[in-house]
Nanobody, 123 residues
Framework: VQLQAFGGGLVQAGGSLRLSCAAS????????MGWFRQAPGKEREFVSA????????HYAASVKGRFAISRDNAKNTVYLQMNSLKPEDTAVYYC?????????????????WGHGTLVTVSS
């Protein structure tokens, strides 16, 4: 499956952005989906994940209550709504897919990765 993430940009602290990740090539509903991020000089870290039908989600403690993941299988797209953004949310955000309908919270669990989209939050 091919993944393309977009929707990043520059936003002030306290603002919102919605990231999208469009998938192609395989049956989207057969994949669990995840969002990860990587800040300069840091390792890639888990942000959020959703199972195949959107019925189960998981969030990193640092974003819980501010971010919301969702998916639209008819549009082959997963979203990450990011509210109350903080400067420490600045990173390149990546979407990832894993076959088998469940999700994982580590990078090793995913089979496919998109190229990432940059989110910059100014203070």
């Amino acid at each position: 499956v091919q993944l393309q993430a977009f929707g990043g940009g520059l936003v002030q602290a306290g603002g919102s952005l919605r990231l999208s990740c469009a998938a192609s090539g395989r049956t989207f509903s057969n994949y669990g989906m995840g969002w990860f991020r990587q800040a300069p000089g840091k390792e890639r870290e888990f942000v959020s994940a959703v199972n195949w039908n959107g019925g189960s989600t998981h969030y990193a403690a640092s974003v819980k209550g501010r971010f919301a993941i969702s998916r639209d299988n008819a549009k082959n797209t997963v979203y990450l709504q990011m509210n109350s953004l903080k400067p420490e949310d600045t990173a390149v955000y990546y979407c990832a897919a894993v076959a088998g309908r469940n999700y994982y919270i580590t990078t090793r669990g995913y089979d496919y990765w998109g190229h990432g989209t940059l989110v910059t939050v100014s203070s």
